[in-house]
């Protein structure tokens, strides 16, 4: 019985999640994203792959976030997500109605760490063998672009996962077995 319950509430759990995901995004065909984004996304990213166009019920003024939660078609969205990527790099770019680019996510796996980055880690995790790496670099509207670095590295079989920004200072690190 006790199994039945957790079960349950699991299952619960699970489907609350996806549907708030569902209230907050709606996935997009070409056809349905206005033709300015399109047009901007063609010119800003021309040699990436679209894997996914949605719709968020959100606005940007003035660098603060808003959700409208008022949508009824997808013709009352006004910002649009679109994830993309090219061989060595994913990006996820956000544009208003009118085509501009108003937030940029790049992440990049298994980067040639800056110096200041690897001379960082290194002096804070001596003994410590870098076994994978990511890099990812967030900018909002014309704002200053933040840069971090996640780094897994490993010793006699411990791995700890640490994260950067671009200057090498440890922002945190977690440790698995």
């Given at each position: 019985?006790?199994?039945?319950?957790?079960?349950?509430v699991?299952?619960?759990?699970?489907?609350?999640?996806?549907?708030?995901?569902?209230?907050?995004r709606?996935?997009?065909?070409?056809?349905?994203?206005?033709e300015?984004?399109?047009?901007?996304?063609?010119?800003?990213?021309?040699?990436?792959?679209?894997?996914?166009?949605?719709?968020?019920?959100?606005?940007?003024?003035?660098?603060?976030?808003y959700?409208?939660?008022?949508?009824?078609t997808?013709?009352?969205?006004?910002?649009?997500?679109?994830?993309?990527?090219?061989?060595?790099?994913?990006?996820?770019?956000?544009?208003?109605?009118?085509?501009?680019?108003?937030?940029?996510?790049?992440?990049?796996?298994?980067v040639?760490?800056p110096?200041?980055?690897?001379k960082s880690?290194?002096?804070?995790?001596?003994?410590?063998?870098?076994?994978?790496?990511?890099?990812?670099?967030?900018q909002?509207?014309?704002?200053?672009?933040?840069?971090?670095?996640?780094?897994?590295?490993?010793?006699?079989?411990?791995?700890i996962?640490?994260?950067?920004?671009?200057?090498?200072?440890?922002?945190?690190?977690?440790?698995?077995v």
């Open positions: 019985m006790k199994t039945i319950v957790l079960s349950a699991l299952m619960g759990l699970t489907l609350q999640s996806n549907a708030q995901d569902l209230l907050f709606a996935k997009l065909e070409v056809e349905e994203v206005p300015l984004v399109v047009t901007a996304l063609e010119e800003d990213f021309p040699d990436f792959t679209i894997v996914e166009y949605t719709a968020v019920p959100v606005e940007y003024v003035e660098g603060d976030v959700i409208n939660p008022n949508i009824d997808n013709a009352d969205y006004d910002t649009f997500e679109i994830d993309m990527h090219t061989a060595s790099k994913e990006v996820t770019a956000t544009y208003d109605r009118e085509g501009e680019l108003i937030k940029l996510t790049e992440h990049f796996k298994n040639a760490l110096y200041r980055v690897s880690i290194a002096k804070e995790y001596p003994n410590w063998k870098l076994v994978k790496d990511s890099y990812e670099m967030v909002v509207g014309n704002d200053k672009a933040k840069k971090r670095y996640r780094v897994v590295l490993e010793n006699h079989g411990k791995k996962h640490v994260h950067t920004n671009e200057k090498g200072k440890i922002l945190n690190h977690h440790k698995r």
